[in-house]
């Protein structure tokens, strides 16, 4: 009988030293790759968690509530202190509180405490004592939460229908107005929606929530300024993973509050996406076609050698130049001169003379020109010269060549150009400082106003929300969570993207596998 | 037996237009667009030129200005300052270059520093020693670390590095020295395995089973740094490194920036330098294993002066990438513009420079323009170590091909 | 010791066709890649309705002349040409001539079989797309009568939207052939069409050629001495990128007059 065998391994001689050096590189790389993703994951997604509020008794008798954020060695002595985030700005000024671990003498976990969120002065962490209605009724006890949950609801659905109104009604109404086109008619059904709205505001209900802070402060905190309450305590799971899904929803879907500390990132991912679609509409034509000169139509020569040499380069210049030149040239330049020409009665304040939407998208798309055109070109020179002959032979002028066989078979590889470009693009923030990114843009630069789309309006951008918040906004720390879910999904978006990217080459690279056999 | 009809002339006549049109708009269109973007040197060289003969406005500018240390008031020696916009009364303006340019260089050297021997390393060990499946996983990864986003990058070495090290300095001394000889000892304790260990560890996919042992290094050098701090700085690091060296730990320093910075050019290093490695012929490798020497050695004496030119110019362009790199300084560096060779002190770029002062600069005035200089050499600098990469890279291709049709 | 001399320069003169017969007049041409000159001073008549073969070593220049037939030439910049060729009397190089007509006029086959990566249908339709507007009818009618013409269609009849890749090496050249049929040229070049193939499908395609010749003028390059032996009627032997001899195929094999080419066919050159 036959065994197989494998090579003997003891032969194997050691490899020394520095092999084992190498190989921890790669693991050294792999595991900083995966630290970064983890913390981003872990902290960004987490923030949306309803956490289990701790209520901490001293022993100065003292007590506070809130959830711990870090801890670290005392300044200049042994023991630890821990911060924790307390909320309640309006009563203590601020939110953070540095509790020494030796002074703390219980902590525990009541499930009475509630969290509220509120519009002003950050969250509220307390007790609820009781609801007091309109009619001075108060509710208080056992059913004071339901009471409360029953109202945020009532009251949601209030703000919901006042919202409706507002966008479907009266705007398109007033925009008639002012344009100076409305009817009688018109004019009458707006006043009546107007008032339709001054009723249902003053329908929203006036109950005040009674709450009581955990050392016994209490304050009288009217309910339409609460957007959320929560007894995290008191959770299951499954309701957790509700209230997570609602707080991620909210972060994608709201507008950012207290100077971007607070609140969601809409506005940054409309203007991310809005940037990056607007770039590629600019980069894709120019991008192909300038691929298409150098590979198809150009006397391939010294001189298209070196151009070609020239725009592989280009992609590495720092990105920061090209935030120069759309600067001085778009901005600057072009824009500058638009405004003379035909704006000339709103300066001296710019219009296109300042940075916005279409210079940044413009910048982006020179930035980003190299990627595409070194793409496309390579798809281009994956495609066999026989399919060009045999186009030809037929009696194709080199116009229908290219546009019936050539570019149809390399366009897998400029859709990879531009997935990749669109990587970049959403990732660079550098140039966007120069050329017309938003610390705060309340409108987004697409409206129901003509022209609709504004390309001269500012706009904001998730990367620049990410520096913006970590460095000019007030309280970092309060930020942090809202800083970590960001990069979380500026990182998700340019992953997809690249990992798009890499599929659709590879997918392009097994198929002309079959075609050239 | 025509069974095609000849088309109408009209047709023909169309058709031929319309080819004669797109080949001219593309034409046209090609090179104005390329154009277009070799555009940008000239743009920059044409607005910093009006810099050197300006009239009598302001501030003189000439190259000894911006270059040489100047007396300026309320201090004593010459010295070098970017001070572009004083306080009211504070005098006029400072415009030295060189603390920029040294913040740059300090930067961009730092991040080579991490970078050059992790990317090597990896590189080394993928293209010789990896497993073939280990290996097609691994490149798309690192491609994926390449793409992470500057301002990601440095919002954490600027918002969580940073205050992390400043606890934690014993521990990142610790770990410096702790991972290298833990993976060493985890070569010593390998070579002495028998077969039957060795086997559900092979070398091709130590990059994978070295992670947990990683991690044991970790835990080892958090139980050990306290002890090494208390033995041999007197229980402070910092304390220590202020007294006996003179060194004043700034919470974001060169060390930070070179260590994100690293992390973000190390992928682009790592494929260059990997792709000039692993085309070196397979003959050459397998003929000096047939004289008996072991891979390592066959890298260093064959592999790597064959692939060196190749080796340099991924360095090159990593260097390309981190003088131009601007978010992770602008983040993790403190933007203070001191010329210091002290790694432990902030440092200012000249491309966080240009971020956080062109927008507020006024447009054809010395500080634009100035900024605009800064943007013209980052510009030509990374341009000129582009384009020798590719020159050498190149030829590199061209004498692989060559020893490829002698071997 | 006149026709001695005139052979030297014009060997092509032995066959001379009168003009009312001949499809493709060369007469005096040469072609140069750069500094490198492929073919020099060559002439000869390519008689209308039957096969001429092209035979020679590798590198003789027999393709490009093949090339040059209809201009496939044109996108190469370092190319350079002297002399005339004429299609039924007019120069091709005209400067009236537009040169995606004289590709419709003068197909081409390649060596490899290129069918284009969309619907056997498709690549039979697209010339004739090209032309303009037709009835889809009309283009249906076409693409059957093109494949029946190139012994195709019962293969494919039931999957014409089926890819043209999904077919054999054989089936997708003589797909390429029906594609070219479609948009009814007069001279159709066939550059080594069988040199990848089996040697059944080889077979098929060579009798495709012979019931062609019946509608069109095949020009056919092929290193297969047999091959030209079995399906052409006039044979030119090129060498070095001269015509050397130029005959009736049983002529040239049984009795060539030139010790050249009895060297090359009896296969005692390299």
Redesign the interface.
């Given at each position: 009988m036959m065994t197989w065998r494998r090579p003997?391994?003891?032969a194997a001689?050691?490899?020394?030293?520095?092999?084992?050096?190498?190989?921890?590189?790669?693991?050294?790389?792999?595991?900083?790759?995966a630290l970064?993703l983890g913390?981003?994951a872990v902290r960004g997604l987490g923030h949306f968690w309803p956490a289990e509020v701790s209520l901490v008794a001293l022993d100065d008798g003292r007590q506070l509530a809130g959830w711990a954020v870090k801890e670290?060695?005392l300044p200049g002595g042994d023991g630890r202190e821990r911060l924790y985030r307390t909320g309640n700005r309006d009563l203590d000024g601020a939110i953070w509180d540095w509790v020494d671990l030796d002074e703390i003498r219980e902590v525990s976990h009541p499930s009475d405490l509630v969290v509220l969120e509120r519009r002003r002065w950050s969250e509220f962490i307390g007790r609820l004592e009781a609801v007091e209605t309109e009619s001075g009724e108060r509710i208080s006890g056992e059913s004071a939460w339901p009471a409360l949950e029953r109202r945020l609801t009532a009251l949601e659905q209030h703000r919901a229908s006042i919202e409706r109104l507002r966008h479907q009604v009266i705007r398109p109404l007033v925009l008639r107005l002012e344009a100076g086109e409305a009817s009688e008619l018109e004019r009458e059904r707006l006043s009546a929606a107007q008032e339709q709205v001054r009723e249902q505001q003053a329908a929203l209900p006036k109950d005040i929530l009674i709450l009581e802070t955990v050392d016994g402060r209490q304050l009288r905190q009217p309910l339409t300024e609460v957007t959320d309450a929560l007894q995290p305590n008191a959770m299951g799971v499954g309701e957790k993973v509700v209230a997570w899904s609602q707080g991620v929803w909210r972060f994608l879907s709201e507008g950012p509050r207290a100077a971007n500390t607070a609140g969601g990132v809409w506005p940054a991912i409309f203007g991310t996406v809005l940037m990056v679609v607007l770039m590629s509409i600019f980069v894709t034509p120019?991008?192909v076609?300038?691929a298409?000169?150098?590979n198809?139509?150009?006397h391939q020569g010294r001189l298209t050698h070196w151009?070609r040499?020239?725009?592989?380069?280009?992609a590495?210049?720092?990105?920061?130049?090209?935030?120069?030149?759309g600067?001085?040239?778009f901005v600057?330049g072009i824009g500058g001169h638009l405004d003379d020409w035909f704006f000339s009665s709103s300066l001296p304040s710019p219009t296109f003379g300042t940075?916005g939407l279409l210079w940044a998208s413009l910048t982006l798309a020179?930035l980003t020109?190299?990627v595409v055109i070194v793409a496309t070109e390579e798809g281009l020179a994956r495609i066999p010269e026989s399919q060009r002959e045999g186009a030809l032979a037929l009696g194709a002028?080199?116009?229908?060549m290219?546009t019936r066989i050539v570019l149809p078979m390399a366009m897998p590889a400029m859709l990879t150009g531009v997935i990749l470009a669109v990587?970049?693009a959403?990732?660079?923030?550098?140039p966007l400082?120069?050329v017309g990114v938003a610390k705060l843009a309340p409108q987004v630069p697409v409206d129901g106003e003509f022209p609709f789309l504004h390309l001269d309006r500012k706009f904001m951008h998730l990367?620049?929300h990410?520096?913006d918040a970590?460095?000019h906004g007030g309280d970092?720390q309060a930020a942090?969570p809202l800083?970590y879910a960001t990069?979380l999904l500026?990182?998700l978006v340019?992953?997809v993207l690249?990992?798009t990217a890499?599929f659709l080459r590879h997918h392009l690279r097994s198929r002309h596998g079959t075609l050239s056999k | 037996?025509?069974?095609?009809?000849?088309?109408?002339p009209v047709?023909?006549h169309f058709?031929?237009t319309?080819?004669r049109l797109?080949?001219a708009l593309?034409?046209a269109?090609?090179?104005g667009?390329?154009a277009?973007?070799?555009?940008?040197g000239v743009?920059?060289a044409v607005?910093v030129v009006p810099l050197f003969w300006s009239s009598s406005d302001a501030p003189r500018i000439n190259l000894e200005t911006l270059w040489l240390p100047q007396a300026y008031e309320g201090h004593e020696v010459p010295v070098h300052r970017w001070q572009p916009a004083m306080p009211e009364g504070g005098g006029e303006p400072r415009f030295g270059m060189l603390p920029l340019v040294w913040g740059t260089l300090e930067a961009a050297i730092w991040a080579l520093v991490i970078a050059v021997?992790?990317?090597?390393?990896?590189a080394?060990?993928?293209a010789l020693?990896?497993s073939r499946r280990l290996r097609a996983r691994?490149k798309?990864?690192?491609?994926?670390?390449e793409?992470?986003?500057?301002?990601?990058?440095?919002?954490?070495a600027?918002?969580?590095l940073a205050p992390w090290l400043d606890?934690h300095l014993a521990l990142g001394l610790t770990l410096l020295v702790m991972?290298?000889s833990g993976?060493?000892l985890?070569?010593g304790l390998?070579?002495r395995l028998g077969?039957r260990w060795?086997?559900p560890l092979p070398?091709g996919w130590?990059?994978?089973w070295?992670?947990p042992?990683?991690l044991v290094c970790w835990f080892l050098s958090s139980w050990l740094s306290p002890v090494l701090e208390a033995w041999w700085f007197g229980g402070d690091l910092r304390a220590w490194l202020e007294v006996s060296l003179g060194l004043d730990y700034a919470n974001r320093n060169a060390i930070i920036v070179g260590m994100a910075m690293g992390?973000a050019v190390?992928p682009s290093i790592?494929a260059l330098a990997e792709d000039a490695l692993s085309g070196v012929p397979k003959s050459l490798v397998e003929g000096a294993e047939a004289l008996g020497a072991?891979?390592?050695q066959s890298l260093w004496k064959v592999v790597l002066p064959a692939a060196g030119p190749g080796v340099l110019s991924a360095v090159m362009?990593g260097a390309?990438?981190a003088?131009?790199?601007?978010?992770i300084v602008?983040?993790a560096s403190g933007n203070t513009a001191l010329m210091t060779a002290s790694p432990l002190d902030g440092l200012r770029s000249m491309?966080a420079s240009?971020?956080i002062e062109?927008?507020e600069a006024v447009?054809g005035g010395t500080h634009y323009r100035l900024?605009?200089l800064a943007?013209l050499l980052?510009?030509v600098f990374?341009?000129c170590?582009?384009?020798l990469a590719?020159?050498v890279r190149s030829r590199l291709r061209r004498r692989y091909r060559r020893m490829e049709g002698l071997g | 010791m006149t026709v001695m001399q005139e052979t030297r320069s014009s060997p092509g003169a032995f066959i001379d066709f009168s003009p009312d017969v001949t499809s493709l007049e060369i007469r005096g041409f040469g072609l140069r890649y750069g500094d490198k000159p492929a073919l020099a001073n060559l002439s000869l008549r390519v008689p209308r309705h039957r096969v001429t073969a092209f035979i020679g070593p590798s590198g003789c220049g027999k393709s490009t002349l093949l090339r040059a037939l209809n201009r496939l030439h044109d996108l190469n910049e370092d190319v350079t040409w002297e002399g005339t060729i004429r299609l039924e009397g007019q120069d091709i190089h005209a400067p009236e001539v537009?040169v995606?007509?004289l590709r419709?006029r003068v197909g081409m086959v390649f060596q490899a079989p290129n069918p284009f990566p969309m619907s056997i249908y498709d690549n039979v339709a697209f010339g004739?797309r090209?032309?303009?507007r037709m009835p889809k009818r009309r283009v249906d009618d076409?693409v059957e009568?093109?494949l029946r013409s190139s012994a195709l269609w019962d293969e494919v009849k039931d999957r014409l939207r089926a890819s043209a890749w999904s077919l054999s090496g054989g089936q997708q050249q003589r797909l390429v052939i029906a594609r070219t049929l479609?948009?009814?040229p007069e001279v159709l070049l066939l550059d080594e069409p069988a040199s990848a193939l089996d040697p059944i499908s080889t077979l098929k395609v060579e009798e495709l050629i012979r019931n062609l010749k019946?509608?069109l003028t095949l020009v056919l390059v092929t290193h297969n001495m047999q091959q030209a032996a079995r399906v052409s009627d006039y044979t030119a032997f090129l060498q070095d990128g001269e015509l050397v001899e130029y005959a009736p195929t049983d002529t040239l094999f049984t009795n060539p007059r030139l010790a050249r080419t009895e060297n090359y066919i009896t296969g005692r050159m390299a």
């Open positions: 003997s391994r003891r001689r050691s490899e020394g030293p520095w092999a084992w050096l190498a190989a921890g590189s790669v693991a050294t790389s792999l595991a900083l790759l970064l913390l981003l670290s060695p120019f991008g076609l300038a298409v000169y150098l198809e139509v150009a151009v040499i020239g725009v592989r380069n280009l590495g210049v720092p990105s920061i130049v090209y935030g120069v030149f600067l001085g040239v600057y940075g020179l020109l190299p002028t080199r116009f229908e290219l990587a970049r959403a990732g660079e923030v550098a400082m120069l990367g620049y990410i520096f970590a460095f970092v942090m800083i990069a500026l990182v340019i992953l690249n990992l890499i | 037996m025509q069974h095609t009809p000849s088309p109408p047709r023909r058709r031929q319309r080819d797109a080949t593309i034409t269109g090609g090179i667009v390329i277009a973007v070799m555009a940008i743009f920059l607005e021997p992790l990317a090597l390393g990896a080394a060990h993928s020693f990896m691994l798309p990864t690192l491609e994926l670390m793409a992470m986003p500057g301002v990601v990058i440095g919002f954490v600027g918002l969580v606890d991972l290298p993976l060493l985890a070569g390998w070579a077969a060795r086997r070398m130590a990059a994978l070295l992670l042992w990683l992390f190390m790592y072991t891979r390592w362009i390309g990438r003088v131009g790199e601007t978010m602008l983040m491309a240009i971020a062109l927008p447009p900024l605009l943007a980052l510009f990374t341009f170590v582009n384009t590719e020159v | 537009a995606a007509e419709r004739l090209l032309q303009g076409i009568w093109a479609a948009v009814g019946s509608s």
